[in-house]
């Protein structure tokens, strides 16, 4: 007779599940998780998200809603006490001494959170208060935190807090090396703790989506149809696609560029399409929670970001075999081999016009980079990258 198996206890906490390169991640890989080795909680703090809906059944989902402890202090403390919310009201006084104690005073929140038990493995995947509530919260065996950021910003004060919060935890997990490197150069950190271990892509999910139908009056086979997608953010340099797509105008290509995403640019970048006259020719498309379809279609994959850990977006027009124009930065420029299987250039509108250029000038390159690269997907692939999650999960 076999004994009875018992599960780890895991927990993930993230702040929502809105439509992001991160939260996709983090769904998919909540798919692929063995729930028969494993008992899953997922605690969100702001908002459950547009992509409530596909997380597994067997996930227990914890919300605390953290945004009734953002804004003024006494308005906030004024509105919990009025909303009979006396769990928030500690919260948020907790959150204000942390100015003056750092973030290591958010031990005092632990006899609020002493339900949620001991896990075997507690996850942040996302820094900020994610990461310091598993790292001073949650009582878990093993503690592991995820770094996503494409770049470092942070100042000399919010370094020290960094480092002070990883002495919590057992591993980082960096999605890319370029990453990991990132973080050597300015953290404080035993080299081992970091472990690079890249998202998940979930090829099939992506090619099955993308047989959804969309508008077929957006599309018009005598243009160039160019698609975008990203949060629009400075960082993500959406708005040189206008610039880029009115250049191609002026130079005689027949071309639409469609932007997928919302962000704080929004109207920024409208106002620069209609101040260019290009309403019939770049189309703000908003946030998409299925944006495969419209890559499906697209002729090709323009992606301007300054800044990617890792990209998600370019590796899903890989796979549906577009052809890619992507600006150099630390994620893409690991497994974009220019001319090889896609387009590297500057990070700005020169670069992606040339990029573009490069492509409808050369019909042997066009066709070329039309085809999914296997031996760069290869490394994306569920059962690479969980395999090695579970390694680490496991390591007491």
Known sequence: MGGIYIKKRLLFVNGHLNVGGVERSLVDLLKYIDYHKYEVDLILFEDLGDYIDEIPEDVNLIFYNLTKTYGSFF?????????????YVLIRSIFYLE?????????LLKPLFKSLGKYDCAIAYRMGICTDFVAYVVSA?????????????????????????????NHIVSVSEGCKKMILDNVNV?????????NIIDFNNICNKSLEKIDDNLYEKDDINIVSIGRLSSEKGMINCVFACKKLIDL????????????LEYEKIKHEILASNLEDKVYLLGS????????????IYVHPSYIESMSITVLEAMCLDKPLVVAKSIGPSEFIKNKENGILVNSD????VDGVRCLLDNNKLYNKLSNKDLNVLKNYTYKSVVLNIEEIINKI
């Open 252 to 263: 005689g290509y027949k071309v639409k560029w469609f932007l997928i995403g919302d962000g």
């Open 288 to 299: 998409k929670k299925n944006p495969y379809s419209y890559l499906k279609n697209a002729d």
């Open 75 to 87: 308005k906030c403390i004024f509105n919990n006490f009025k909303n009979r919310e006396g769990k």
């Open 99 to 107: 100015r003056v104690f750092g973030a290591k005073v958010k031990k």
């Open 141 to 169: 065996k093993n503690k592991i935190t995820w770094w996503h950021h494409g770049s470092y910003d942070y100042n000399e004060k919010q370094t020290k807090e960094i480092e002070n919060v990883y002495k919590n935890f």
């Open 190 to 198: 035993p080299e081992n703790k970091i472990v690079v271990i890249p």
């Open 349 to 352: 509108v020169e670069g992606l």
